[in-house]
């Protein structure tokens, strides 16, 4: 395995909808369009062993940092949520970048933010991949497919951060008064809590992964998805998850996630009019992309051969 470094690829820098500047790698550019997007506690970093392979697989991965997250600014609108994410994420790929539909990948927050983008903005996600996150909130389709109620998540085991991050930020904050202590809180989630199968992040990955959050302004305003769940902070815009989909959806499911209720995959393949899957990937957790690298990769690549071909084909027909 190559060493982890944080500049492996060029990190590019636009300003999208004149409220914040968002950081973001390109790489395969003349491909067709994919974008990763990830979720808390992540940056752009989660993705760093998929850019290379999707990259070569002949897509254009673009892999953003949200906002107040990684490399990208604060908000000046102090909003961040998952409808300001996609919005966002839509203007950096379709009116900074210049593309007309994408193919879209995510877990976590990034899951939701991708699930409303495809609704907010009919026809711009053609595709999409979803895994290990919220479902949408379509109780009575749940119940009329016999999935029992999800277990409220303030008892569940793994809820203390939930409760604090959502309720309590700013003593949360001051507790955590150095970047070693904040950088803890963090790694817990790659670690201990168990969201991924044990073994699969080396001390050197969860160092990689929680470094940028050693910055308090930014691990203060990742919790603001969680201050926003918990109805202490506004959000932009309701985001569209009290809907089914009809966008062809790619269902992964790492089962070694003890944060994501294992009703995930059966909740997914109601809301997803046009569900493949769900698949489970055994040995994989909550960071399913890194975790199983090349399982995804070679998922996403295959869920994606036909318009690959297509886009290379039109390549090579415009060379003169």
Not at 48 to 66: M, Q, S
Not at 143 to 152: F, K, S, W, Y
Not at 180 to 204: I, N, Q
């Amino acid at each position: 395995m190559e060493p982890l470094d944080p500049e492996a690829f060029e990190i590019h820098r636009a300003r999208v909808r004149e409220r914040v500047d968002l950081a973001f790698v390109r790489e395969g550019i003349g491909g067709f369009p994919l974008l990763l997007v990830h979720g808390y506690p992540e940056t752009k970093r989660i993705w760093w062993r998929n850019i290379k392979p999707l990259a070569e697989a002949g897509f254009e991965v673009i892999v953003p940092d949200l906002r107040g997250h990684g490399d990208s600014g604060l908000a000046d609108d102090d909003f961040y949520d998952v409808s300001a994410y996609s919005m966002d994420l839509y203007a950096l790929v379709h009116d900074v970048l210049g593309h007309s539909r994408c193919v879209t990948a995510g877990g976590d927050a990034g899951g939701p933010t991708l699930y409303d983008m495809s609704l907010r903005y009919p026809g711009f996600v053609i595709r999409q991949c979803i895994f290990n996150t919220v479902a949408p909130f379509l109780r009575e389709d749940y119940d009329a497919a016999g999935i029992a109620p999800e277990v409220d998540r303030e008892l569940a085991p793994t809820a203390d951060y939930f409760i604090r991050q959502g309720n309590d930020p700013e003593g949360l904050l001051a507790e955590l008064d150095t970047p070693e202590r904040r950088r803890a809180w963090v790694a817990a989630m790659y670690s201990h809590r168990l969201w991924a199968a044990r073994g699969t992040f080396t001390r050197e990955d969860i160092d990689f992964m929680t470094e940028p959050y050693a910055d308090p302004e930014k691990l203060r305003v990742s919790w603001g998805i969680y201050e926003t769940a918990a109805g202490k902070r506004p959000m932009e815009d309701m985001p569209r998850m009290l809907e089914r989909t009809d966008v062809p959806t790619l269902v992964l499911w790492g089962p070694e996630d003890n944060v994501v209720e294992a009703s995930f995959p059966a909740r997914m393949q109601v809301a997803c009019n046009e569900c493949i899957g769900p698949f489970t990937i055994a040995g994989a957790g909550h960071f399913l992309q890194w975790e199983a690298a090349h399982v995804f990769n070679q998922t996403l690549r295959y869920f994606c051969a036909d318009l690959l071909v297509t886009e290379s084909t039109e390549r090579r027909n415009s060379r003169p």
